[in-house]
């Protein structure tokens, strides 16, 4: 019994130690640059100047499916699915946006990356692209990030905007900032473009 209860003692520290490492490996990650316009006591406003990213379309319906096919193609595009083999970091957060017709998700490149750096993907499904400036109204929740949680916040978020009379416009997004192995300190947002019209 002895045994059993430091051998489950070790592990345990060892969990720990595992999640502290990960956490802080993350934290070390480049995250996708922005500046915070106004902050309400709900949600935020927020600049984002251009950015590139490598980015995947799809029919998904639900953020499982396209997260679970959209992710792998994204990895082994930076892990060196590219024609010059070339590894790129890892960054956040994942963009993913679920629409009508067509769903995407998106890795956002380092910021030292412009289109003529960024090797060519060897999978014609990824797509390098120029993700234009914008404001978004911004709402940051915790935990695991399940479909409902997303549509949860993402109503909140609609609320909130139409209680303040923001007009917002094109489709709700999740971005995600964790590895799905991280169970602690998570970031989650889900963001809507707005008009900086309406800023003034």
């Known amino acids: 019994m002895k045994i059993f209860i430091i051998s489950v003692a070790v592990i345990l520290i060892l969990f720990f130690i595992l999640q502290i490492y990960i956490s802080v490996s993350t ?16 949600f935020e406003i927020r600049y984002y100047p251009v950015v590139m990213m490598a980015k995947i379309f799809s029919k998904s319906k639900s953020y499982g499916d396209l997260g679970s096919s959209g992710f792998r193609n994204l990895a082994k595009y930076i892990f060196g699915g590219n024609r010059d083999k070339m590894q790129i970091p890892m960054t956040s957060p994942v963009h ?22 960024l090797p060519q993907p060897n999978n014609t499904e990824v797509v390098l692209q120029a993700a234009a400036p914008e404001y978004v109204a911004v709402l940051g929740f915790g935990g695991f990030a399940s479909a409902a949680n997303i549509e949860k916040n993402k109503a909140l978020l609609e609320k909130y905007l139409k209680e303040k009379g923001i007009k917002y416009h094109g489709n709700f997004r999740f971005l995600g900032y964790n590895p799905p192995y991280q169970l602690f300190g998570r970031r989650n947002e889900v963001i809507v473009a707005i008009s900086d019209m309406d800023l003034e």
């Open 27 to 42: 934290a070390k990650s480049e995250t996708q640059d922005y500046k915070v316009f106004r902050v309400e006591k709900e």
């Open 96 to 117: 993913m946006e679920i629409g009508d017709s067509l769903s995407s998700m998106a890795f956002v490149m380092p910021s030292k990356f412009n289109m003529d750096d």
